[in-house]
């Protein structure tokens, strides 16, 4: 590899960087109207006199903050970005994180507060619709212990909570990355075991919300999610472990 490559990855990466932001700024003045097509991709080349990777990696920046959308195979369409698909492209990002621990774990924290807020919420706000639905996403979790429905009924009674709290940023932060907490989870020895244990506590919050008492509503759903969290920790490696690792290397 040359010494002059870093440098020229670096030139086309700050070139990218220029054209998407000036088309962005076309697209946001009105200049560039929302659902037409944006101008291919050799008029771009022609325009900024750029080379057509360079053009390419200014689209695919478009996209990734919602100023264009690209079908297969199609030219990209102007676009604006939604609170939809920034929350997309956030839980694409927190899904990507799931392999580390330390960030793993903040993202259990942000779990915890909100729904702990949203148990609190419920209490005071609540009305009967939502209560109605709370009972239902209940009843169906029931139904589903000791099978492999259970993880779902249980991310759809935790939703419907989270709902009552009326904010899609929320809402939609929630939903993509407690789908992913739950694809996380391993396996238990005990299915039918853990799921009663998880159910009794989801019943327990709902009791409390009914009851109007949010210490012991916000209380539950602390430990709920603390011990939810810590049961899907691996057991930590034991000395034996090691002593027997070094026996099968001289075998």
């Known amino acids: ?52 990777p360079t053009v390419r990696a200014a689209l695919q920046q478009m996209q990734a903050r919602g100023y264009a959308e690209a079908g297969a195979g199609r030219r990209p369409r102007v676009a604006r970005p939604s609170l939809q698909t920034v929350l997309q492209l956030a839980g694409d990002h927190i899904r990507d994180i799931f392999g580390d621990a330390e960030s793993g774990a ?5 779990r915890q507060f909100i729904e702990a ?81 998880a159910y009794e506590e989801h019943r327990a919050i709902y009791q409390a919300i009914i009851d109007g008492d949010m210490i012991t509503a916000t209380d539950v759903m602390d430990r709920h999610l603390a011990r939810s969290y810590r049961a899907r920790l691996k057991s930590p490696r034991k000395v034996s472990d090691y002593f027997q690792k070094e026996e099968d290397k001289t075998d």
Do not use: W, Y
């Open 117 to 197: 807020g949203a148990a609190r919420e419920a209490t005071k706000r609540a009305d009967n619709v939502q209560i109605a639905k709370l009972r239902a996403a209940l009843e169906e979790n029931f139904e589903a212990i000791g099978t492999s429905d259970f993880a779902r009924t249980d991310s759809a009674f935790h939703r419907v909570l989270v709902s009552v709290v009326g904010n899609p940023v929320i809402l939609g932060l929630h939903d993509m990355f407690v789908s992913a907490m739950l694809a996380q989870r391993p396996p238990t020895d005990d299915p039918a075991k853990h799921d009663t244990v």
């Open 1 to 52: 590899m040359s010494a002059a490559q870093p440098e020229d990855m670096v030139e086309t990466r700050r070139v990218s960087d220029e054209i998407a932001e000036a088309l962005i700024e076309e697209a946001r003045e009105g200049l560039l109207e929302t659902g037409t097509f944006l101008p291919t991709e050799r008029e771009l080349c022609e325009r900024f006199s750029a080379s057509r």
């Open 106 to 110: 903040h993202l259990e924290q942000m």
